[in-house]
C-alpha cells in the first residue's frame, strides 16, 4: 500500500507579501537607484503590511519613509567593501 504524500505546506499571507515586495526592490531600476516605492495590495493583511515594514527598517543600511500617498519608499546605502 503506497502512502500517501503529505500535501505541500501553502506560503503564509506574511510569505506571499514578502515575495512580492522582493521582486519590487530586486527589479533593475530599484536596484539601480536604490529605492523603490511599495504600497499595500487591499487584499493583504493590516498586521502582515506593518510587519514587513517593522522588518525592512531593521535592516542595517535601510530607510523606510511612509508617503502622502500612501505608499513606502524603501531606500538603501551598499557600504563599500574595504
Request: glycine share 4%.
Given at each position: 500500500m503506497a502512502k500517501a504524500k503529505p500535501a505541500p505546506k501553502l506560503p503564509s499571507s506574511y510569505e506571499l507579501l514578502g515575495t512580492r515586495i522582493q521582486k519590487i526592490i530586486n527589479s533593475t531600476g530599484a536596484q539601480t537607484s536604490k529605492r523603490a516605492v511599495i504600497y499595500k495590495a487591499p487584499d493583504e493583511s493590516p498586521?502582515?503590511?506593518?510587519?514587513?515594514?517593522?522588518?525592512?527598517?531593521?535592516?542595517?543600511?535601510?530607510?523606510?519613509?511612509?508617503?502622502?500617498?500612501?505608499?513606502?519608499?524603501?531606500?538603501?546605502?551598499?557600504p563599500k567593501e574595504d
Amino acid at each position: 500500500m503506497a502512502k500517501a504524500k503529505p500535501a505541500p505546506k501553502l506560503p503564509s499571507s506574511y510569505e506571499l507579501l514578502g515575495t512580492r515586495i522582493q521582486k519590487i526592490i530586486n527589479s533593475t531600476g530599484a536596484q539601480t537607484s536604490k529605492r523603490a516605492v511599495i504600497y499595500k495590495a487591499p487584499d493583504e493583511s493590516p498586521d502582515d503590511w506593518a510587519q514587513l515594514l517593522e522588518d525592512i527598517a531593521e535592516a542595517d543600511n535601510v530607510t523606510v519613509t511612509h508617503q502622502d500617498s500612501g505608499g513606502v519608499q524603501i531606500s538603501w546605502v551598499v557600504p563599500k567593501e574595504d
